[in-house]
């Protein structure tokens, strides 16, 4: 049996009783009106509902989610996320990198995925595992050579993508890694999640640093995203000849900014000049027992408890 609603009932053609009996006749008029009209759905408007809901869904198997962000360009915001994903990893968790720097793309290097494209299953791209993490980024999606020249809403639909078209396992924690500044990328990463456990900032010890890192910290007051922690990157050398510590880019910078703040210092990691090789030969250098690898570890102990998890000795 069809069911007609009141809408159906007004489209259909008027009958006139006839005089004659068992007959009925339809009025001429009620025949030219147009066919009954079917609401009409815009074809992006359908892909869009289905990309917010494949979003969602995904969203759904995330259970923590932690923005690395610094307002200063290469204080180390990758070799930090890279490093805190392999550290969780390490200690049993499933991790993933949302890798949101789309323009200058650098965990697949870290990650010695160079030159590796991303598997696709049906209509979905699978993330690259490689030591425990599973990471999407631009860089394993496209030819590595070819810049990507966007205009915001590009990158923005690239994020989202990274979201709803990408088969991600059930994660522990997904980090991501945001390109210096507050514009459209960590708006975007702001705006798509509604749950962000939290942002770790990255700083050098420098004032030219911390001034813009300032930024990074309005911002996420601004949208509501808690913030976990300072962490001071290449906070000083130690001399191969003479063992003492150098302070290359002045020290203590980081802690004092959180310190005026009221924020939680996360540690201070040393400029280890063997992690920029490991870091251009894709070798993890968290994995190694070097003062790097033992700063990170305590770093990402100080994280897990935050996040409620625990990282073992
Ligand atoms: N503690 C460290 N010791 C030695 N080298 C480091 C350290 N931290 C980062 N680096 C190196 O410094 C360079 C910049 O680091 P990285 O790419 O992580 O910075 P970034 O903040 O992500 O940069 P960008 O703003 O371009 O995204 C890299 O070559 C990296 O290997
Ligand atoms: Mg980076």
């Not at 209509?123 to 990471?135: C, D, F, L, W």
């Not at 063992?243 to 990691?269: C, M, Q, T, W």
């Not at 968290?286 to 935050?306: C, G, Q, R, W, Y």
């Amino acid at each position: 049996m069809i069911l007609l609603s009141n809408e159906d009932l007004k489209n259909v053609p008027e009958i006139i009783p006839s005089t004659k009996p068992g007959e009925t006749i339809i009025s001429p008029d009620s025949l030219l009106q147009k066919p009954p009209s079917r609401p009409q759905i815009d074809p992006h408007t359908a892909a869009r509902a289905h990309q917010e809901l494949s979003l969602r869904e995904t969203m759904k198997n995330i259970k923590k989610t932690v923005v690395v962000q610094s307002g200063k360009g290469g204080v180390g915001k990758s070799t930090v996320t890279y490093n805190l994903a392999l550290a969780f990893a390490r200690a049993g968790f499933t991790v993933g990198i949302l890798d949101a720097d789309v323009t200058g793309p650098s965990i697949p290097l870290m990650a010695g995925l160079s030159g590796q494209f991303a598997k696709i299953e049906g209509k979905k791209i699978v993330p690259t595992e490689k030591n425990g993490v599973h990471i999407i980024s631009i860089d394993l999606l496209l030819n590595q050579d070819t810049p990507v020249i966007w205009r915001g809403p590009l990158k923005i639909a690239a994020i989202r993508q990274f979201l709803s078209d990408v088969k991600w396992p059930s994660l522990d924690i997904l980090f991501i890694d945001l390109p210096p500044g507050t514009s459209d990328e960590p708006l975007t990463v702001a705006q798509l999640f509604d749950n962000i456990s939290g942002t770790v900032i990255v700083t050098t010890p420098q004032k030219v640093a911390t001034h813009d890192v300032r930024k990074s910290i309005g911002f996420a007051t601004k949208v509501g995203m808690p913030i976990l922690g300072i962490i001071e990157n290449m906070s000083s050398l130690t001399c191969p000849h003479c063992g003492n510590k150098v302070p290359v880019f002045r020290s203590g910078g980081g802690k004092e900014l959180a310190e005026k703040l009221g924020l939680v210092f996360l540690g201070d990691i040393p400029l280890e000049p063997q992690v920029v090789i490991e870091a251009d030969e894709g070798k993890p250098s968290v994995l190694l027992d070097t003062e790097f690898a033992k700063s990170f570890n305590k770093i990402a102990k100080k994280v897990a408890k935050l996040l409620q998890l625990k990282i073992d000795d």
